[in-house]
Every structure is written in C-alpha cells, then in structure tokens.
C-alpha cells in the first residue's frame, strides 16, 4: 500500500529554480489519498478536548470541513478581507512581498471556545500566526494546529512557538 507521501506531487523549480512546489492537489484527486489524509490529520486530534475546527481559505476549508464533521464540531472559516458578508475581525500580516489582511466573523469564537485549526501547509508560518491571534482576540483558546505538510526548511514554527503543532507529512527543504 502506498504512504501518503507517495501521492504528493512534487514540481522541481516552480515556482523558482532550486524550489520544489509540493503540490496537494495530487492528493485531493485520488480517493485513497484524500481519505488517508483527512482519516490521518483527524488523528492528530485524538484526545484533544476541543469546540470548533479553524479552516483559512481555501485548503483549510478542504480539510477542516470534514474533520469538523466527522468530530461533530463547529467550523470557522477565516477569509481574506471582503469576502465575509457580517461584522468581521481582521488582521494583517507579512508575505515575502508586502502584506495581506484576513477575516473571520466577530461572533464566530465565543470566550472560551478550545479551537484547533487546521491547514494544508505550513510554510512561513504568518498566515496561521495571525489566525492565532484572531481567535485569541475573541477569546477562543488555540489547543491544536495540524497540517497535512510542512516545509520545514521555511522554520514556520518559529512563529508559533508555544503552540501544540503536528504536521503529517514533513519536508526538510523549502
């Protein structure tokens, strides 16, 4: 039977030279693989006493919806800015780049609320950073992150130290 990791397309030199793009649509398209990743990313929360799941768009909503359903939790979805129709919270933070600005609901986290948060990838770690302080902004108590990757080349951890953090499938490199 293959590992996971088997079904992870990899890209030499995308979206740069010396960059290999991990490519986790390879993982969606295929039945076994998308049930191996939510059945395993699912297991990363065993034992954890927790309230609502925490997806950032878009792939967080992939995974995060039905582990959210399979738990019978709640799920939040955190946006980018203007694209949440009610009374939102936001925060911006840094890409290689300039900056972007995410949003989720004011009323979505209530005090108190254990949230784990889940993501397809962590990379640099800013986008989940600033999902944190969202959340610990309402009041909601972060007690799990997962992810499918990491990119452990690109030291996200840094930004999340702290934080009880586990990912499935770990690359040294960028």
Known sequence: MKKLEDYVRSIPDFPEKGIVFRD?????QDKDSLKMSIDQMQALLDGKDIDVIVGPESRGFIFGVPIAYNLNKAFVPVRKKGKLPCETIEMEYALEYGTATIEMHKDAIKPGQKVAIVDDLIATGGTIEA??????SLGGIVVKIIFLMELEGLHGRDKLKGYDIETVIKYEGK
């Open 24 to 28: 986790v649509t390879s993982v969606l």
């Open 131 to 136: 999902i944190t302080k969202l959340i610990e």
